[in-house]
């Protein structure tokens, strides 16, 4: 999913690092604002002007426009670092971003689409948890704006995708990671029943990550119920109630979501199941005080700070130097845990 056809994967460069961490503080700034504009005016713009003009050559792109959607609402805290990354590639590059949120609907996302590609936008990068906007993005493409998926492109192997490149996780492998950390660590064994809820079953994420657990535990014959609790966490955790009420011998959970794994730890301590092993997806605060209180052993995070920086930053490029955008990988691999929650305490949700 990761290497799209006649794509390069993208070596990182410490330059941009760098030079992204310099402006920091103004990127910290505009998004405590929560502005769905990362425009900013009188010195910042002056300061954002010169920083600019640390990329010579090629096209002039200071104030040109790029559309970064969001699908889900605002309130979804997996998508502030990647709204933080992004405002910070913006500031780097002098281009202006222009933050939509589709509220998870997919004809709010194919209309705010058709919105940019009617004003002329310069880019787009947004998320695409299923094919409904296939169409519209072909359309965007057939205008010659550049769209760049990020977090989850449903387009991927289909006949309609119009995308430049990827910038998310690698689902199928991270999957495998958490299921065999389980598996190592002793909690998940041979006949075992597991159970996977995530926000919604049939989402690419979801069917990829399902995937790369399976892998493993079928391998020890074991199995996972695959179960769609929604986006929500109070229905999340009321779902999640119901079906452990009703199968009391779940031997261990691996949400699939930031969602589930949430309220994973509250849903369990309802029905009585207050040591039931616990792994998943995601950082939030509440994740990250179940890993410190040893109640979730370990959690992917697919560092979404990086998916909305290397975004804007890469269609910034394309559009200043005429670089094709490339696939990335932004993690899957590593966990966060008891051995290493403290370096990540501080930096959730702005960052991490």
């Not at 760098?18 to 920091?24: D, F, K």
């Not at 449903?154 to 996780?169: H, I, K």
């Not at 009703?246 to 994973?264: C, D, E, M, N």
């Not at 950082?283 to 290397?310: C, H, N, W």
Request: net charge negative.
């Amino acid at each position: 999913m990761f290497n799209l056809s006649g794509k390069r994967v993208l070596a990182v460069s410490v330059v941009a690092a760098l030079a992204a961490a310099s402006i920091g503080a103004w990127a910290s700034v505009s998004a405590a604002e929560g502005s769905h504009s990362a425009a900013p005016s009188g010195s910042e713009a002056a300061a954002i002007a010169r920083i600019a003009h640390g990329l010579p050559g090629g096209a002039n792109i200071t104030g040109k426009t790029i559309v970064f959607q969001v699908y889900t609402d605002e309130s979804t805290s997996f998508f502030v670092p990647a709204v933080t990354g992004a405002k910070a590639a913006a500031a780097l590059t002098g281009v202006n971003l222009d933050i939509e949120y589709s509220n998870s609907d997919d004809a709010t996302q194919v209309n705010q689409l058709g919105v940019a590609i009617a004003k002329n936008v310069a880019a787009i990068a947004t998320s695409l948890p299923d094919g409904a906007a296939g169409k519209t993005v072909c359309e965007a493409q057939a205008d010659h704006i550049p769209v760049l998926t990020f977090n989850v492109d449903g387009l991927t192997g289909s006949s309609t995708n119009c995308v430049e490149g990827f910038v998310g996780q690698n689902f199928v492998t991270a999957g495998q990671v958490i299921a065999q950390r389980m598996v190592n660590d002793g909690l998940i064994k041979a006949g075992d029943q597991v159970f996977c809820p995530v926000e919604t079953a049939t989402a690419v994420y979801a069917v990829q990550r399902y995937q790369g657990v399976m892998d493993v535990l079928k391998k020890i014959g074991a199995s996972c119920s695959l179960l769609s609790v929604g986006f929500g966490a109070s229905g999340a955790e009321s779902t999640m109630v119901e079906y452990l009420l009703g199968h009391r011998s779940t031997s261990a959970i691996l949400a699939l979501g930031s969602t589930p794994l949430t309220v994973a730890v509250a849903a369990a301590k309802k029905v009585g199941l207050s040591k039931l092993p616990i792994g998943g997806f995601d950082l939030t605060q509440t994740i990250l005080e179940g890993i410190k209180s040893g109640r979730i052993v370990a959690a992917v995070d697919q560092q979404p700070y990086s998916q909305g920086f290397f975004s804007v930053l890469q269609l910034a490029l394309q559009l200043k130097y005429a670089l094709y955008p490339s696939s990335m990988n932004t993690g899957g691999t590593g966990l966060v845990d008891s051995s290493n929650i403290d370096q990540v305490l501080t930096l959730v949700p702005t960052y991490r």
